[in-house]
């Protein structure tokens, strides 16, 4: 059951400006919700389920101290944002997440500026999961973590990859002595530039890396295109992936 | 000027099925469309643009031998599929790209496995077209080129990249002799192995390479993870940007 009101609450959700005033955000399918749960890395306001969910989960739901509510397959289609909601929807709080400057000095750790696409920001968090990168650091102009299309994007890596929001000038203090690592069109190439560990600047999708941030870079790279046939760059997130590949490979094998 | 039937016309190739029936396809924008038409690689049915893009291109559009009609921007908004129509259309004639056998001896080329969605085919090339892969080979379950979400994300590359349609069976007489390397969970770190000139195998987004491919696999190759810590995949466009970087880094440098 649910109630008018209820539903109400919950697709106000839906819009940017809800979730930030009300500080919750929206977490949907049977995978992401019960990794959510699972994770308790944020605190689960409440679980909508259909009754099948709730058959399978119940265990789970109880013994992490879950509010949880059942519904019908038409209620959950009046709260989802899917074209095909998948059982359940949880409620969570989106409680901040603080810069660590410790993994700062002691990881590479990624900093976003200006990423614009939902499903950039999303994939780039995957991305930093699967390469062991910690923590990503977003510019405050940078797409929301909390909208449904990034979270659905980086697949659950948002519960294993610490992601906060600073502007780059507040955390120049903290990168004293750590390289910073800027991809631009005429730098050394990627494969033959020592990789060390550091802070890897990824830039906006249409206008790389913005001034301000440009003139900090303090090791300029490339990825190197095959020739100048006219291919003009990669998508922010492929470019990312290929960086944070070639810096694996130098640092672990 | 546009008539009510041109309108109609155009509005059919929004969908797959008419884009297949008739042989056409919509490019939109003005980079793409100019890109189209300078690079002669499709022929181009008929151009609609505003005034304002008559104005600049007129020249290019006269010198081509291109058919083109001055629109209003309110028409322009009838026939497009964006939410900002930007200056000018094309309806261009899809006419086969075939498949050259001789690059796949030459050359490094791709086979995408039930690619199913288009932003990732477009991706795809891109990315193909960075490192100098002439040709990539797309399932029949793949999604369609002729996508507009496709062509979008390609970014032009389709023009660059010889994108054709083959069942892998009926490929398989053309690569003896040539390496097949193939994704897979438990395969040999892609830093690690030798990698030469072959074909690379990209599988599907959710369930990587189908098992009537995977049996033609020569060289098993993975993206080792930093660590088992959940993390459980890339996706698919950026798992083909990190293999296409490692061959071009260990051919090229």
């Known amino acids: 059951m649910i109630s008018k009101n209820q539903i109400k609450h919950i697709q106000s959700l839906h819009s940017k400006k809800n979730r930030e005033e009300d500080g919750l955000f929206i977490v949907e399918g049977i995978k992401l919700v019960t990794e959510f749960i699972q994770h308790q890395k944020f605190e689960i306001a409440e679980v909508f389920a259909t009754s099948e969910y709730i058959e399978h989960y119940k265990t789970l739901l109880i013994n992490n101290h879950i509010p949880y509510s059942e519904i019908s397959t ?3 289609k009046k709260i989802s944002l899917l074209i095909t909601p998948n059982q359940v929807l949880a ?11 410790d993994l700062l000095k002691s990881a590479t750790s990624l900093y976003l ?16 999961d699967w390469f062991g990168i910690k923590q990503v650091i977003c510019s405050p102009t940078c797409t929301e ?3 449904p299309k990034t979270l659905q994007a980086s697949m659950g890596a948002v519960l294993r990859v610490n992601v906060v929001s600073e502007a780059f000038e507040e955390l120049l203090p903290k990168l004293s002595g750590i390289p ?13 530039s020592q990789l ?18 440009l003139k900090h870079i303090t090791h300029h790279i490339t990825i190197p295109a095959a020739n100048s046939n006219g291919s003009e760059s990669l998508n922010a997130a492929n470019a990312c992936a290929i960086i944070c590949s070639e810096f694996h490979r130098q640092l672990t094998y």
């Open 196 to 213: 060390t560990k550091g802070m890897i600047v990824i830039g906006n999708e249409a206008n790389g890396i913005s001034k301000d941030v």
């Open 180 to 192: 910073i690592y800027g991809a631009v069109l005429e730098g050394e190439p990627i494969y033959t």
């Open 74 to 76: 038409d209620e959950l």
């Open 91 to 101: 409620v969570v709080k989106s409680s901040g997440q603080s810069l660590d400057s």
């Open 113 to 128: 500026d200006d990423i614009r696409d939902p499903g950039n920001l999303g994939t780039i968090i995957r991305i930093a």
């Open 145 to 147: 973590l909390y909208n």
